[in-house]
């Protein structure tokens, strides 16, 4: 419950700081560069946490193994759960009332969805330097250990205050970006409530999903939870479990979202097609609202697209709050 207290606080100060910023007219352009650089220090950090575990490291395989379970599960139930929401609303497969025009007509207006500076569908690039990071962290972390003779418990303590640290800053920062920005309640209000049930169908099916699985699988119920309730987010989520002590459902967490993303990046648009397009929101998780928005953008319609963005907003708010809770 403190850290929950703590990263909250951290992400609400950094909100009230950003839209106090906004207000006076000031900008911060260095924010987005800094935020990258703490994720970057972050996720090497968990590397170097992973590698230096010879327990971890000697199962890399299975942690892979069951990574890709619980996400090829999250994904199914998300699917499921999101195609009885749209019947339950009454929505067409292109997200749209059966007997309603002016909903699509105002949700098209471009003020509703946020504009994308990125490429269209594509591995972003700064999941490559994510995955980087974190393979240069493992690897100098079993050399440390294997190599260099230092003790788990010297690397762990080093990694650990980098990690608590650093996700400090980097929840500053978010809530930082969010007040500049001053949009997130204007566009969850100009989309309706209707569009809130979305992402808390895709956090009930996901746990869901997670919940059978740590009957299956070695992990707890507690520790399948939150890697669930990570939701995609592998820079955040991971960390606040390391931190807790849990290597190996670390390692899983991080996996697991990193693996989210990308299969989200190929499987929205088939879902889209072949199922419909209110169910291929939820798959992306928290990177419905940045990474993942350009292919929700290009394989669905202006309706789906802020439908995306809300769901992705809320799961963003949620991880640092459903993952100290369940851990």
Request: aromatic share 6%.
């Amino acid at each position: 419950m403190n850290d929950l207290i703590l990263y909250l606080g951290m992400t609400i100060a950094g909100y009230a700081l950003g839209a106090r910023m906004r207000r006076s007219g000031m900008r911060a352009s260095w924010v987005s560069g800094m935020l990258g650089a703490v994720i970057m220090l972050v996720v090497f950090a968990m590397g170097l946490r992973i590698g230096a575990n010879q327990d971890v490291v000697s199962n890399l395989n299975l942690i892979g193994l069951y990574a890709l379970i619980t996400v090829l599960s999250a994904l199914l139930f998300t699917i499921v759960g999101l195609a009885l929401l749209r019947r339950a609303l009454k929505l067409d497969r292109h997200g749209i009332l059966a007997d309603s025009e002016s909903l699509e007509s105002t949700l098209r207006q471009p003020q509703a969805i946020p504009a994308d500076d990125g490429s269209a569908a594509g591995i972003d690039p700064a999941t490559i330097r994510i995955v980087c990071s974190v393979a240069a962290g493992v690897a100098i972390g079993w050399a440390c250990s294997t190599f260099a003779h230092v003790p788990f418990e010297t690397l762990n303590g080093y990694a650990g205050v980098a990690i608590r640290v650093g996700l400090c800053v980097l929840l500053v920062l978010i809530g930082l970006d969010l007040g500049l920005e001053g949009t997130v309640i204007r566009n969850i209000r100009n989309a309706g409530l209707r569009v809130l049930a979305v992402p808390f169908v895709t956090v009930a099916a996901t746990l869901a999903a997670l919940a059978v699985c740590s009957i299956f699988l070695p992990l707890s119920l507690r520790e399948c939870l939150a890697i669930g309730a990570g939701f995609g987010w592998y820079s955040l989520a991971p960390g606040i479990i390391m931190d807790q002590g849990y290597i190996t459902a670390g390692a899983v967490s991080f996996m697991h979202n990193i693996l989210r993303e990308l299969l989200s990046i190929i499987t929205i648009p088939l879902v889209a097609r072949h199922v419909g397009y209110i169910e291929s929101t939820g798959l992306a998780g928290a990177a419905a609202m940045d990474v993942c928005l350009p292919v929700v953008e290009q394989s669905t319609n202006g309706i789906t697209t802020v439908y995306a963005f809300v769901s992705g907003v809320v799961l963003s708010v949620l991880v640092p709050v459903l993952v100290p809770l369940f851990i």
